[in-house]
C-alpha cells in the first residue's frame, strides 16, 4: 500500500494531472478500509451541494470577457491620466492595474498576456530598465490575489466553510500593504527617472473616464455590492457575468456574438480543471479526516512546536515549498483542511490563516520550478525562464517580506471585520 | 472519425449551453428575489446542479486540450528523450483512475436510481447524476486514445 502511494506521488511529478492522483490517493485509501468506493462519487456529488460555487464560473467568464474586449487598454490610459505625474509613477501604475485586473481574472496568466503587453513597451518607452521591466510584469500577473473577487478568495472560503464575505474584506489590506511595499521599491530603484514625469491633465483625465465608463461600475458592484451585504457572493457573479456580456457584446461591441462560444469554452475550461480537483479532493479530505489525519498531524506538531510564532514561521516555511511545486487551487483542496484544524489549536483565526495562506502561495507564482508566472512571461515575453526568474528576484524578495508582515500582524487581515 | 468531431461538437455545445443556461438562471432568480416573487423554487438547485455539469464537461473539454492542473516537472528537468515514454505511463495512469472513477459513479448512479432519490421538485436524481460516470469514462476515453497515439508516436 505504501508502495503504491509512492508510485502515485512519483505519477504525479511526472505530471499526472492533480485531480487523478487525488483520487487515485481516495480510492487507494477507501480501499484499504474496506469502504465501497462508490463513496467518491458521493463526495464528488457534494459539488452540487455547495450554493457558492457557481460564482466560479461566472466571475471567470466575466474575466475572460474582459480581456477579450479593449478593457486592459481603457485601464491603462485611465490609470496613466491619474498617476503619470507621479515620479515612477507608471511602475506603480502597472501595479495597481495588474492587481485589479488579475483580481478579476483570477491570476491565470490572463494579465501578464493582456496587460503586461500594453505596459511592457510603455515602460520601456518611459526608461525604465528591461530588467525591471520584466519582473514588474511578472510579479504583476498575481497580485490581486487577495483582493475580491479572486477565484482562490473563493475556493478558500468554500473549503475552510468560512465567510467568504470577510475574507474579501479580510484581503483588503494586507493586498494593498503588497501593493504599496512594491511601489515603495519602485519609487526608490527608479528615483533617477524624473524625466518621465508628465503634467497632469485635467482633460486627460476626464477623457479617460469617459472612455471607461463601462468598465468604471464593475469593481463598484462586486466590491460595493457584497461588502455593503447588498449581494451574496454567487448573485454578484451573476450580475458581473451579464454585465460583461451586456456591455462587451451589445453596448461596445468589441467582442463579436461568434467568439463567445470560443471563449465560454475556454473559460469553462480552466473552470472544469478547478472543480474537478476540488470534487475528487472532498473525497480523499473525507477519508483523511476518517483516518484523523489532522489530529496526528497536529500531535507530530506539538512536540517540536509550542507557540503560535513557531507555528506560522513552520508554516510560512511548508507553504514557500509547497507553493514552489504545487498550483494554488490544488494547494487550497489538498492542505486547507488538514492545517486549518491544526491552526485552530494554536488559536489562529481561520479568516487570517485564508489570508496567510494565499498570500504565501501567490509567491509560489514566482518560484522556480513551477511558478506560473515565470513560464507565462517567458513565453509572452520570448525570455528566458533564468532571465525571468532573476529579474523577478527583487519583486519576490519585496512579497516575502510582506508575507512575514502579513502573517503576523494579523491584525492587518481582522482589523477592517471587527 | 465523423462520430469523433460530431461527439467534440456536442460536448462544446452542450457546455455553452449549459453555462448560457446557468448565467440566465441566476439573473432570474435575482430579478425575481428583488422584485418581491419567490423566484424559481427549483432555480437555485437547478443551478447547483449546472455546476456540476459544468465541472465534468469542463474537464472532459480540458483533458481534450491537455489543459489539466499537473505539476510540469518531468519537462524541465527530464531530457526531451523521456517525454514519449513518461508521458504514456501519465496517460495510461489517469485514463486508469478515471475509468474506475467512471465505473464506481456508475454504481453510486445505479444505486441512487434503486432507492428511488428524486431533485428539484419529483424528478429522478440519477438522471442528473449520469453525467458523473459519463463525463469521467469520456476523459478516461481521452486520456486511453492519446496513449495509443503516442505509442504508435502519432503527434496529437
Redesign the interface.
Known sequence: MILLGALVLL??????????VI??SA?LGFTRAGID??V???E??G?????V??A???FT?AGYLLGAGRAPQRLVRLSQALLGWLPGGLAMISLATCALFSAFTGASGVTIIALGALFMPALAHAGYDPRFRLGLVTAGGSLGLLFAPSLPLILYGVVAEASIDELFVAGVLPGTLMLVLLAGYSYWRNRHLRGSVREMSLAGVRDALIEAKWELPLPVFVLGGIYGGYFAI??A???T??YV?VVELLILREVGWRE??RI??ES?????????????SLASTNYMIDVEVPQKLFGVIREYIDTPATFLAALLGFLLVLGA???I??AIVLVVPLVLPVAAEFGIHPIHLGIVFLAAMELGYLTP??GLNLFISSYRFDKDVAEVCIATLPFLLVLATCVVIIAYVPGLSLWLLS | MRIESAGRWLEDALLVGLFGVLTLVSVMQILLRNLGFAGFVWGDGLVRIGVLWIALLGAVAASRDQKHIAIDLARRLLPERFWRPVAVVVDAFTATVCGFLAYYSWSFVRDSRAFGDTVLGDWPAWLFQLILPVGFALISYRYASGCLRRIAGVKR
Request: glycine share 4%; charged share 5%; aromatic share 8%.
Open positions: 505519477l504525479a511529478v511526472l505530471g499526472a494531472p492533480i485531480f487523478a483520487a487515485a480510492l468506493l462508490s467518491v462519487a458521493i464528488f456529488f459539488i452540487a451541494e455547495t450554493p460555487l457557481v466560479i464560473p461566472l467568464f454567487s448573485e457573479a451573476a450580475v457575468a451579464l456580456a463567445l462560444p465560454v469554452r469553462m475550461v480552466l473552470v472544469g480543471a478547478i472543480l474537478v480537483i476540488l470534487g475528487t511545486i504545487l498550483d487551487f490544488s520550478p513551477v
